[in-house]
């Protein structure tokens, strides 16, 4: 790893630690507007909103016509990696705390390592990556059944739930990888965006009873400006800057933004399970990505793995 992040610069690092920020935060705002929006409203609004601030650049790059000539994979990639996991998130958030949540969803490249072994590349599995996925899910039981975790029906569920959502998170790619790759990425996230939201605002209207608050008004806008619209904004600018194989590493920061914000704004307990977890996850889950090794060649041509 430190062969990869050596070269990165001034400019490269303030992205990576503004990435870091921007996609360690949705798992506190999510919290807190669930608290009086619906999971549905939260997605319709997430994800409008960030469609209509990166609209205009979309129309200026141009990367429009592309994303409607894919239509078809265009949606598949939004649903997996926006629609179902941006409700699935929400929903198991009115249960768990964000910092687990934010935790869980860091195992994306466990599931995206076994992915790859299934589909034929026993590479994945050399010693390094092997151990870091025993880590990785060993991390993950310790999280969430060690000492100090409720574990009740419900929020195994809910936990369950993250982890599909992870499991999304590691397919997604796959379209990028196979179907996508004449597609401008500003395109497709700006098509999947606008459809998911369409999609999910009557849901929302129908299944919000309650007034909301200001406080969770106010997160649901964060989290459409600031997690979505500005995010991805960042994340491009990351890409251009380190390469599309370098830019993702700063997931493994982001559950250690989760974990914290949610202990500090929202008083969410660090239990002695997620202490002894914790490590063994973001470990395992960067063994199984990396293998220990600086990224080979034919790895920094890989698409990033989008996260929000």
């Known amino acids: 790893m430190n062969a990869v992040v050596a070269r990165i610069g001034a400019r490269g690092w303030f992205l990576f630690a503004t990435m870091s920020l921007l996609w360690g935060m949705p798992y506190l705002f999510i919290k807190q507007a669930v ?116 574990t009740g029906g419900t929020h195994l569920l809910a936990v369950g739930e993250v982890l599909l959502v992870a499991v999304c998170y590691a397919v997604a790619p796959f379209i990028v990888v196979h179907k996508l790759q004449d597609v401008p990425t500003l395109g497709a996230i700006t098509v999947s965006l606008s459809a998911v939201g369409l999609v999910y605002l009557p849901i929302g209207l129908l299944t919000q009873h309650e007034t909301p608050t200001a406080s969770s008004t106010t997160a649901l806008v964060a989290l459409g400006l600031l997690c979505t619209a500005l995010a991805f904004i960042a994340f491009f600018a990351l890409i251009r800057e380190v390469g599309p194989a370098r830019a993702p590493l700063f997931t493994y920061v982001n559950p250690v933004v989760a974990v914290i914000l949610g202990a500090i704004v929202l008083a969410e307990p660090i239990t002695p399970g997620l202490l002894i977890g914790f490590p063994l996850v973001v470990i395992g889950c960067w063994l199984a990505a990396t293998g220990g090794l600086r990224l080979r060649r034919r790895d920094r041509d890989l698409p990033p793995v989008v996260q929000g």
């Open 35 to 150: 608290d009086s929006y619906s999971p549905a409203s939260v997605v319709a609004g997430r994800t409008l909103i960030g469609a209509i601030v990166l609209l205009p650049f979309a129309l200026r790059s141009k990367a429009l016509g592309p994303a409607f000539r894919r239509i078809g994979w265009v949606l598949a990639f939004g649903a997996l990696e926006m629609g179902g996991p941006f409700m699935l998130l929400s929903h198991a958030e009115q249960t768990i705390d964000s910092g687990l949540a934010g935790l869980l969803v860091a195992t994306v490249p466990l599931f995206g390592a076994l992915i790859a072994f299934f589909g034929g590349d026993r590479g994945v599995f050399r010693p390094a990556r092997a151990i870091g996925l025993g880590l990785g899910f060993v991390g993950v039981a310790l999280v969430v059944m060690g000492p100090g975790m409720a």
